[in-house]
C-alpha cells in the first residue's frame, strides 16, 4: 500500500488560522508538511502563517480564504492547490461554530448557519477533494466533531444536530472508501472542552479544559498509524 513521508504531503486544514485547527497546523508544519489554511478571516489567515512560517524559518503554511458554504470557492481552492502542488494528501474538516439558542427559540438563520457551516460544507469540501485523493492512490481525512456529536446538549441543539451528522457522514464516507479499495483513511476527533484560549506551550488551560497541543500530538498519532488501520472516534476530554 502506498505511503509518503509527512514532509511530502500537502493539506488543507479549514478553520487552520485559529484555534484548535492552528495548533494542527503548527504541528504539522513542524513535521514538514505544506499546509494550506482556509477560513473566511483573510488577515486572521495571513497573520498566522506568518507567525508559523517565522517560527520555523520555511514557507510551509499558505492562506487561502474561504467560506465553506459556498461551493464555487471550494472548487477554487482545490483547483489552486491541486495547479500548485499535485495533491491532496490530507483534508482537516476543522471549520466550524455554534450558535446560542435552545429548543424551543431556534431559528431557522442559525439552524441554516449551523449545518452550512458544519455539515454542508464538510461534505461539499469531501466531494471536491475525494476523485483527486483516489486517483493519486493516497489520502486521510480528518472530521473534527465534538462531545456534542455523542452527547446532547440543550443550549445548542443545532451543533448538536450537525456533529452528530458529521460522525453519521463520515461513516458513509468511510464505506464508501471501502467499497472502492482506497487508500484513504478516515478519522474524527470528538473532543471535549478545549482551551483556545491559553495555547502556549505550558500554559495552564481552565479548568475542565485541556490544552490545544493534545489534539495536535494526537494527530500526529493517528497519523503515524499503518495504512490498513482504522481509528475509530477519537473521544479526548479532561478527566
Ligand atoms: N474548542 C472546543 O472546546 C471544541 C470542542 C469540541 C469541538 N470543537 C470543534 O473544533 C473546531 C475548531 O473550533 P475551535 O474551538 O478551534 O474554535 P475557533 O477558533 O472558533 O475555530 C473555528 C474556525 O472555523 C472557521 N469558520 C467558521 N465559519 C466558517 C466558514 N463559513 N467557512 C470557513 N471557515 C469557517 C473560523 O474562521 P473564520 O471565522 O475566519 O471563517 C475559525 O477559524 C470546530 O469544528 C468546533 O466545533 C471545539
Known sequence: ???KPLSEQVAIVTGGGTGIGRSFTEALASAGVKV??????EEVLRKAANEINGKLEA???FSYPLDIRDP???TSLTGRVLAQWGSIDLLVNNSGLAVPESVEAITEDGWDEVMETNLRGVMQLVRAVLPHMIGNDFGDIVNVSSQAGKNGYADVPSYCASKFGLLGYAEALRDHVRKKDANIRVFNFCPGLVDVENTQPGEEPREGFIHVANMART???ALSLERNVVLEDVNIYCR
Not at 36 to 41: E, F, G, K, P, T
Open 36 to 41: 494550506v489554511i482556509a477560513s473566511r478571516r
Open 59 to 61: 514557507e510551509r503554511v
Open 1 to 3: 500500500m502506498k505511503t
Open 72 to 74: 464555487l470557492q471550494i
Open 219 to 221: 494527530l500526529l498519532y
